[in-house]
């Protein structure tokens, strides 16, 4: 079921996630095609977590055969700092999920520097995202100055966080930097580097995908009438001039 809040904010339903995954594995391809023809890249920014899982129809047929992959450029909206092959690694769950299984070009996926602290992570990231605006692989947002990724694929925690971007922490407010950083995240582990919200808003577009029910009430407050008096950190999603749909199964639309 779709329903418009707007031309420019979609909340898709599904029965299952199984049906979610299918769907999202379409509009992906889809953004892939049209970016690829249109300016020869396609950027996409990954989350950890479920989302992907819920990509796992995109290394299936028809798409694993049918995507141009070697356009891909694949960053992460958030990356906890630890070593790229430690359990609680981003980049080694879709190393091993997704990366691992199509033919992107190595040289096209921008993994953190793990040698580095938290904050000299956050910085070596701005500045690789800076470079490929450079190189015109990245776009920038004419109006805000900040990188316009093609495709923002996030998640959403049962908190209603999104990337590393927590209820109630001050980063969740930041106006200027393009990545910070966190030493003391609530969930763990505790050392994170995180797009911040003008960056992941200046998206051409953003899907944010939410499957469970454990997942459903920070859904009934972003989409419902949620009576939390605080906002939520997945309520700040909203793309200064992209499009958002939600990928949401029956679980976590289950309080709407
Ligand atoms: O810690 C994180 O959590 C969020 C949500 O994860 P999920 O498994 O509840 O979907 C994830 O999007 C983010 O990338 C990750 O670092």
């Not at 599904?14 to 970016?35: C, R, W």
């Not at 020869?40 to 977590?49: A, E, K, L, P």
């Not at 938290?118 to 990188?147: M, R």
């Amino acid at each position: 079921m779709t329903v418009f809040k707007s031309i420019r904010h979609i909340i898709d339903e599904f029965d299952s996630e199984e049906a979610l995954s299918v769907s999202l594995a379409k509009y992906t391809a889809d953004l892939s095609e049209k970016f690829a023809k249109q300016k020869d890249s396609f950027t996409v920014v990954m989350s950890g977590g479920s989302l992907i899982k819920s990509l796992r129809k995109l290394v299936e047929a028809p798409y694993v055969d049918s995507i141009d992959w070697s356009k891909w450029h694949v960053f992460w909206v958030d990356e906890r700092v630890v070593p790229k092959y430690h359990p609680d690694s981003n980049y080694l769950l879709a190393y091993d999920g997704f990366l691992s299984k199509v033919p992107i070009p190595s040289g096209n996926v921008y993994a953190i520097n793990d040698a580095l602290s938290a904050e000299a992570a956050a910085d070596d990231y701005e500045t690789c995202v800076k470079h490929l605006i450079h190189n015109k692989i990245i776009s920038v947002s004419e109006s805000s100055g900040f990188p316009k990724f093609d495709l923002m694929l996030l998640g959403m925690g049962p908190d209603g966080h999104v990337a590393s971007l927590f209820p109630g922490h001050p980063l969740v407010q930041e106006k200027k930097k393009w990545v910070a950083f966190i030493k003391e995240s609530p969930k763990p582990p505790p050392e994170r580097i995180t797009f911040t919200f003008p960056v992941i808003n200046a998206s051409e577009n953003i899907a944010l995908v939410v499957a469970g029910a454990g997942k459903a009430h920070p859904v009934h407050v972003a989409l419902g009438n949620g009576e939390d008096s605080d906002v939520l950190p997945v309520q700040m999603v909203s793309p200064d001039e992209g499009k958002l749909t939600w990928f949401l199964d029956k679980d976590a639309a289950s309080k709407l």
